[in-house]
T-cell receptor, first 115, second 108 residues
């Protein structure tokens, strides 16, 4: 039933490690996004993918890389984790080509803590 | 950049009161959206607005797309305890920009 799901819900890791967060949507949407929410709850877009092409790439470190094996999945890989990467990461999806294409649906979030 | 200024930052109200929050920008947006985030959850879309001047309701919630396309407001009538949460405005052109959020506390 879950429209946009993310795993894991919580991720605690050491500085310098490499980790991945997975996202899946079953809404039939063709665009997926990753957002970062900091401790002050500010939401900032990191990436979006449409038909397997990266169409937005904000000024995030190249240690972050999105990977989309198919339209329903957009995973986030993070290399050499740093303390400042600690945040909640949200996946979202939307459908393009219709009037409501700006409506994005969010997953439950992954709380990443880097020690 | 396309900054959104959302106010107020926080509100403490009594159950049954009406609530009003707004978002302004120096840039024009094609779409304005309002989301609510509960603790430990992702933002949930409440209302999406697509035309300048549009006024849309969703139950006790009413939102308007400003005539200048640079602002939007959200009203909640007769608040209840489950209205507690953080409300975000968002404006969309080529990508989505979010306001800093309004943290709502409702006292029973």
């Amino acid at each position: 039933d879950t429209a946009v799901s993310q795993t894991p819900k919580y991720l605690v890791t050491q500085m310098g490690n490499d980790k991945s967060i997975k996202c899946e949507q079953n809404l039939g949407h063709d665009t997926m996004y990753w957002y970062k929410q900091d401790s002050k709850k500010f939401l900032k877009i990191m990436f979006s993918y449409n038909n397997k092409e990266l169409i937005i790439n904000e000024t995030v470190p190249n240690r972050f890389s999105p990977k989309s094996p198919d339209k329903a999945h957009l995973n986030l890989h993070i290399n050499s984790l740093e303390l400042g990467d600690s945040a909640v990461y949200f996946c979202a999806s939307s459908r393009t080509g219709v009037a409501s294409y700006n409506e994005q649906f969010f997953g439950p979030g992954t709380r990443l803590t880097v020690l | 950049g396309q900054q959104l200024n959302q106010s107020p930052q926080s509100m403490f109200i009594q159950e049954g009161e009406d609530v009003s929050m707004n978002c302004t920008s120096s840039s024009i947006f094609n779409t304005w959206l309002w989301y609510k985030q509960d603790p430990g959850e992702g933002p949930v879309l409440l209302i999406a607005l697509y035309k300048a001047g549009e006024l849309t309701s969703n139950g006790r919630l009413t939102a308007q797309f400003g005539i200048t396309r640079k602002d939007s407001f959200l009203n909640i009538s007769a608040s209840i305890p489950s209205d507690v949460g953080i409300y975000f405005c968002a404006g969309h052109n080529n990508d989505m920009r979010f306001g800093a959020g309004t943290r709502l506390t409702v006292k029973p």
